[in-house]
């Protein structure tokens, strides 16, 4: 079983759509949460933290269930430029590593 | 205030050869890390080093690849005798103190390597 798992996609939304990714994490130990944002052929660069009582930056809201081990990304009124690959991310409790998921690949049609 | 540098961009390197990727962590950082991304995956660990010293090389195959991040000068992830299954972007990131998930990891723009 992965350590991080989310759904590839892609997803196909029209813009101004709301789109949502979940993602499930396997190790009861991890300790934080991120989602990263990733554009076709660069480095991947930090969205948002992701905290239990969740959180929200601009259009985009983070949730965490640290029961179900469950991560959420919802992206309100979605522009073009949101087209990415969204990777969650979480981080071991006594560990330096980020482990990845394999990502979900997001594309904004006009 | 440059981010974290990687080079060369693109590498390509012939079966047998040996490849060598250097990471200038960014200006401050004393925390360097290695990621490898093979097509259509995710990033995967490979090594967490500080100064002079190997922190955590959990994700590192066994052979042929090694890495280093001396006193003076960029970290550099050696890649002996490549194989095809070597080409991947390899990406570096690098953070103020041990990250732990509290202090972000900035990463590099990555080099990817092809082995013909």
């Known amino acids: 079983r992965k350590e991080v798992e989310q759904d590839p996609g892609p997803f196909n939304v029209p813009e101004g759509a709301t789109v949502a990714f979940n993602c499930t994490y396997s190790?009861?130990?991890?300790?934080?949460f991120f989602w990263y944002r990733q554009d076709c052929r660069k480095e991947p660069k930090l969205l948002m933290s992701?905290?239990?009582s969740g959180n929200e930056d601009g259009r985009f809201t983070a949730q965490l269930n640290r029961a179900s081990q469950y991560i959420s990304l919802l992206i309100r009124d979605s522009k073009l430029s949101d087209s990415a690959t969204y990777l969650c991310?979480?981080?071991?409790?006594?560990?330096?590593?980020?482990?990845f998921g394999q990502g979900t690949r997001l594309t904004i049609n006009p | 205030n440059a981010g974290v540098m990687q080079n060369p961009r693109h590498l390509v390197r012939r079966r047998g050869q040996e490849a060598r990727l250097r990471c200038s962590p960014m200006?401050?950082?004393?925390?360097v890390y290695w990621y490898r991304q093979l097509p259509e995956e995710g990033l995967k660990f490979m090594v967490y080093?500080?100064?002079?010293?190997?922190?955590?090389e959990s994700g590192m195959p066994k052979e042929r690849f090694s890495a280093e991040f001396p006193k003076e000068g960029p970290s550099i992830l050696r890649i002996q005798q490549v194989v095809r299954g070597d080409s991947a972007a390899y990406f570096c990131?690098?953070?103020?103190?041990?990250?732990?998930?509290?202090?972000?990891?900035?990463f590099g723009p990555g080099t990817r390597l092809t082995v013909t």
């Open positions: 990131a690098s953070s103020l103190y041990p990250s732990g998930g509290t202090y972000e990891q900035y």
């Open positions: 190790n009861s130990a991890s300790q934080s």
């Open positions: 992701v905290y239990s």
């Open positions: 991310v979480v981080n071991i409790q006594g560990a330096q590593k980020l482990v």
């Open positions: 200006k401050g950082h004393s925390h």
């Open positions: 080093l500080q100064k002079e010293n190997i922190i955590d």
